[in-house]
């Protein structure tokens, strides 16, 4: 966790050099590891504190936990564009239908929108017809009447 705390720390500080940062979000394997590991999870936590700035994460899961716990705004998020499994975490990708189509992840989206659970909805620009996927979930939200704007805390 320390090693990993070390690399976060040096990445994000070279971030926050040339830009403003609003919130922090691990990425990838990363990601899945800190939601997961309470020790990971707090050693980015402690950096979002350092640097005043929101956490974001699964509800449920420990980065929301430990932006809790380091006293820094949680960002829950919910991703759109693919499929969960019973316990919540996100169905792997060589899983059929992990990935979700245009009018399956706008439907997602609406229903993260509306439950009150989510404060942001995340779309994979890697997966396969990303930009149509964006696209359908981008015209729902609209047609919902759902608000969207960058996420500042």
Do not use: W
């Not at 990363?30 to 994460?57: C, F, K, N, S, T």
């Not at 017809?129 to 015209?139: F, K, L, T």
Request: proline share 6%; charged share 25%; with cysteine.
């Amino acid at each position: 966790a320390a090693e990993i705390g070390a690399l976060v720390r040096f990445q994000v500080m070279a971030l926050a050099a040339v830009a403003d940062l609003g919130y922090i979000k691990a990425h990838g394997a990363l990601y899945h590891r800190a939601q997961a590991d309470p020790e990971v999870a707090d050693a980015i936590a402690r950096l979002a504190a350092e640097l005043g700035v929101a956490l974001m994460g699964q509800p449920g899961f420990e980065l929301v936990a430990a932006a809790k716990r380091a006293g820094v705004p949680a960002i829950r998020e919910g991703f759109a564009d693919r499929a969960y499994l019973p316990d919540g975490k996100l169905a792997p990708r060589s899983q059929p239908g992990s990935v979700l189509k245009p009018a399956e992840a706008a439907d997602q989206a609406i229903r993260f929108a509306r439950s009150g659970d989510f404060d942001s909805i995340c779309i994979h620009g890697d997966s396969p017809g990303a930009r149509e996927v964006a696209a359908s979930i981008r015209q729902a939200l609209r047609s919902a009447g759902v608000e969207t704007g960058p996420n500042r805390r």
